[in-house]
């Protein structure tokens, strides 16, 4: 069968192929092709009785259930079958964009990457240790571009950022034809004449500064998101964009996920019925997850600019390498599980159902792990020096209403617990679980599903289908061995056949709108709805009220 398909099937047992995918034991009855015929088959199970009863339910229960997925398939209807339509990127021959790289930290090194461009030492480990990383990396889209300009506060971060821009094992290949500087202030990158475009991945309270800058000078701009760290930042920073005429992406890669486009489909075709809750989570248990990431110890004030790193903060505090590599932690520099979480969740029901900014938002919530006494009876203090005390929750829950539509938005988040789970699009006739995979249940009080339910040919305890990234079909589920071929991913989709870094084909989609025409998918508006949400989400937490969303003003009242 084809592995990416969700096969209906409960008896024989699966086993499992070198792929590591199930394959089950199927009995074929057509007749020709090597097939057996109904009465062949039951004369050569007739001398052993036990072994033939066995196999005869087997045999009789794949076609109960063969009828069962045609009647559910029927009462579906329609439905949108083959892989969700993403326009593959397009390249203008020898039109190659510089591009300038401003933030080289965890976001900053993995965009370059996903932009064709890694250190020279990953190379050779790949090529000693991963070959297959090696391959990975190497069968990504040569993208066309050169990073021409590197700025970083932290000089050891920008010195690996020159190595990776300077490096010619990419995609692609080959000598550079522009030189790469490094620069200590983005402000002379943008002015240098060196750049068309920047991948921006700074803290949060840079980002409007800097992309308003790089609008002014005609550089197109990839930012990263939360999109602003306060609500007047989105304000000027959507006008800037607007009037300056460049192309501006937001970094919400998962608008590059199929299963985004598929829950959209399936939505639009009716099949859950009118949608009420939409819940979305974050769940992580990690220090990491928390952003309590190392000290790097080469981080001192002679190799950090900790004055020009500080700049754009309300506070302004000595020297402090925490604040410096943990800066997700505090108000002053980040947006929190607001900004950094929520916006993902957030982002990803947008793109499916378009609600926009909700009419009121109430949130949360507070730092009840990671309060420093609670975190150290659970972590030793020498492997996490902290001194300061953060302010960024640990758990938030906030409500978003959307009375106009009868609808709900509800997000909780806790960086103290590791269940995943996924967002849950409940209607009245079935409940759809988006990840990167998708699972459809029926409601077992669904009022178009009754019948069927009644029948016993619909179980509401097992999905009504599922849909794979890389699959072309969707398919009824009749049992729970159909179980086995649900997965999830978070980084990677499928696009033609190929698995893919969704960042790749984020910052892939953006070039493309740059040298052809058209609109990217989180461009400046769909950026604005998502800093408003998430700001209104913050300041209900921090002033611990209801917040409404003013239309005509537009603005947080």
């Not at 902290?386 to 988040?413: G, I, M, W």
């Not at 699972?439 to 179980?459: C, G, L």
């Not at 989400?537 to 921090?542: D, E, G, R």
Request: charged residues 25%; negative net charge.
């Amino acid at each position: 069968m084809n592995q990416d398909e969700t096969m209906n099937h409960e008896e024989p047992e699966a086993t499992e192929t070198e792929t590591g995918q199930p394959e089950p034991a199927a009995v074929k009855t057509e007749t020709g092709s090597g097939g057996i015929e109904r009465r062949e088959l039951l004369k050569g199970l007739a001398g052993i009785p036990v072994v033939g009863w066995l196999f005869w339910r087997a045999f009789k229960k794949k076609g109960i259930d063969t009828r069962r997925r045609q009647q559910i398939m029927a009462e579906l209807g329609e439905l949108p079958g083959s892989p969700a339509i993403i326009p593959a990127t397009r390249h203008a021959a020898g039109e190659k964009i510089r591009l300038g790289v401003i933030g080289y930290g965890g976001e900053g090194h993995w965009l370059t990457w996903c932009a064709g461009f890694v250190p020279a030492g990953y190379i050779k480990t790949w090529k000693n240790e991963n070959p297959q990383g090696l391959t990975d990396f190497m069968a990504q889209t040569d993208l066309n571009v050169e990073i021409t300009a590197v700025c970083d506060l932290f000089d050891p971060r920008a010195e690996k950022c020159m190595d990776a821009a300077t490096n010619e094992n990419r995609p692609g290949g080959g000598p550079h034809q522009y030189g790469t500087k490094r620069y200590r202030d983005y402000r002379d990158l943008l002015r240098s004449g060196d750049v068309d475009a920047v991948l921006i991945a700074t803290p949060d309270h840079w980002h409007a500064r800097m992309a308003m800058d790089a609008a002014a000078e005609g550089i197109h701009v990839y930012l990263e998101k939360a999109m602003t760290r306060v609500e007047q930042e989105a304000i000027d920073l959507r006008r800037a964009v607007k009037s300056s005429g460049i192309v501006f992406q937001l970094g919400h890669q998962n608008r590059q996920l199929e299963s985004h486009e598929k829950a959209r489909q399936i939505i639009e075709k009716g099949i859950l019925g009118p949608i009420t809750l939409i819940e979305t989570t974050t769940n992580r248990n990690s220090p990491g997850g928390a952003w309590v990431y190392d000290i790097d110890p080469a981080g001192t004030p002679d190799t950090i600019d900790w004055e020009l790193f500080q700049e754009a903060s309300p506070s302004k505090v000595p020297f402090s390498p925490e604040r410096f590599f943990r800066w997700r932690c505090w108000f002053d520099y980040g947006t929190g599980l607001s900004g950094d979480l929520f916006s993902h969740e957030y982002d990803a029901v947008n793109q499916i159902l378009n609600v926009g900014i909700p009419e009121t938002v109430t949130a949360s919530g507070g730092v009840y792990f990671y309060d420093n006494d609670r975190f150290f009876d659970t972590y030793d203090r020498t492997d996490f020096p902290v001194t300061e005390k953060r302010d960024v929750p640990d758990v938030f829950h906030v409500s978003c209403e959307y009375p106009e539509r009868n609808l709900t938005l509800a997000y909780s988040a806790t960086l103290a617990n590791g269940r995943e789970r996924g967002k849950l699009f409940m209607g009245h006739n079935a409940t759809m679980n988006v990840m990167a995979d998708l699972t459809v249940f029926a409601d077992s009080e669904s009022t178009r599903f009754r019948e069927k339910i009644d029948n016993r040919i619909i179980d509401p305890s097992l999905p009504l289908f599922t849909w794979q990234q890389g699959s072309t079909t969707i398919d009824a589920v009749t049992s729970a061995s159909d179980r086995y071929f649900l997965s999830r991913g978070l980084m990677y989709t499928y696009r033609g056949g190929q698995l893919l870094p969704t960042n790749h084909l984020h910052i892939s989609e953006w070039l493309d709108v740059i040298r052809n025409g058209g609109t990217p998918s989180c461009n400046i508006d769909r950026g604005f709805e998502e800093a408003m949400i998430c700001h209104m989400a913050t300041k209900s937490y921090l002033e611990k009220r209801q917040v409404r969303w003013d239309p005509v003003r537009e603005r947080i009242v």
